[in-house]
């Protein structure tokens, strides 16, 4: 945790390290079992719960911002994320009234200078990402008093233009189904044709054909079946498959067709 | 055209209207006749061809500041642009030697102030449109000697990180492909088969079936069969047909899935 020195710095001169106006807010799925949600922190100062992110440093790229700040919010560093959209509408941080000035004073224990660079109109560059929920330790930040994963289909409002930013990287995770594997870190290494329909049925909000759907990973190379089952008893076993690697990864480079 | 003392003004005052560090860049596809092209500037100062773009006004929203620009550069207002990705790696306009104050001053005429809001680091939104070349009047601003329609399978070497932007803008585009309309504006209001088909072949680069494809765009109920051959004698006359307009408007909006 940060001494109220680092954090005083961080407001008053915190311009020095990072780029003022430009931000980064991720929206961290989280898939288990058959559910997806959503990692949100409670902001403190406008009390409301909001995605995850922070300032873009000088010396960092927007990718590695985005690596950062999921990985200290998750302590997960090996996510796969995505960037999707930028929002930029004026008045998005700066509206009047929308950072109470004494709210901060008041919460943080001293004064923020009225023309701290936290202050200014902000652009923030939107990145998601999927993990598996039991790998994730989601941890608040100096200005969240706690952070949850909330059902996707029952998110609390949100501050900011989050909300907008949501809707768009569900859209965009939709789209990247169709051209982009997934799956390595949300299924265990050996898994059921059942349990990857059941990920992709999850993440897309629809429902798929049980045996178009996986004919269509398999004419891809992305699956190979083993020769081992699943031991449930009897000849209703069902046969496991894993990734195949090299392609797995050539198609998250350049992409796919899943049609 | 702008006035030296305009120019002066936006060099050294544009801050109060414009956000410094925030710009959008736009690659501009033209398509005719099966031949895709994209819209370049030849940059005064790095003397490098670069994709048309602008510093964001503090008034306007992203999409508004991509509108005015391609606007500027194209005379063309209602481009379907879209924002592909946004491009902040430390020093893309910033390093050393990239922008030469002493080569601005020569050109200008005028004395740039050394701690110009232009001269600071800059993150860019990239947008991309496509356009029917015919429609579009290229116009070099300021900074640019002339603006020149170049075939997409030789472009020249770009300045800044326009390469990169240029690759993320086909990719961006071969995937929407896939999950919006296109052709309103590129196609004539009726159009064949063969025109169509040829249309996606040139902007995704591959061959297309010539009877699945065509297939598929029914089925999507994007197509309307006209009571109409195109009259080039004989029974090899084909047929005419028509968007679909509410389904396109609203494919346009929700997304599709062309499979």
């Known amino acids: 945790m940060e001494t109220l020195q680092q954090i005083q710095h961080f407001f008053n001169k915190g311009y020095i390290d990072y780029r003022p106006g430009l931000s980064i807010d991720c929206a961290i799925f989280g898939y288990h079992d058959g559910e997806l949600k959503l990692l949100l922190c409670k902001n403190k100062v406008i009390t409301k719960w909001c995605?995850?992110?922070?300032?873009?440093?000088?010396?960092?790229?927007l990718d590695e911002a985005a690596a950062r700040v999921t990985a200290e919010r998750t302590g997960l560093d090996n996510l796969f994320l995505k960037q999707f959209k930028t929002f930029g509408n004026p008045g998005r941080t700066s509206s009047p009234g929308l950072?109470?000035?004494?709210?901060?004073?008041?919460?943080?224990?001293?004064?923020?200078?009225?023309?701290?660079?936290?202050?200014?109109?902000?652009?923030?560059?939107?990145?998601?990402?999927?993990?598996?929920?039991?790998?994730?330790?989601?941890?608040p930040d100096f200005v969240s008093s706690e952070c949850a994963w909330f059902s996707i289909d029952s998110l609390p409002e949100l501050g900011f233009d989050h909300g907008e930013m949501v809707k768009a990287a569900i859209s965009s995770m939709w789209i990247d189904l169709y051209h982009f594997p997934i799956g390595k870190n949300l299924l265990q290494p050996k898994f059921t044709l059942k349990e990857i329909k059941l990920l992709y049925e999850v993440l897309s909000g629809k429902k798929l054909n049980a045996t178009n759907f996986p004919n269509k990973l398999m004419a891809l190379g992305l699956l190979t079946k083993l020769d081992e089952k699943r031991s449930i008893g009897g000849h209703r076993s069902p046969t496991y498959y894993k990734f195949d690697e090299p392609t797995y990864e050539k198609a998250l480079e350049e992409g796919l067709v899943l049609v």
């Open 51 to 61: 995605l995850p992110g922070g300032f873009v440093k000088r010396a960092e790229n």
């Open 99 to 139: 950072l109470d000035e004494d709210k901060f004073n008041e919460l943080l224990g001293f004064k923020i200078e009225p023309d701290s660079w936290l202050l200014a109109e902000t652009v923030s560059v939107g990145f998601y990402a999927i993990t598996d929920i039991v790998n994730a330790q989601p941890k």
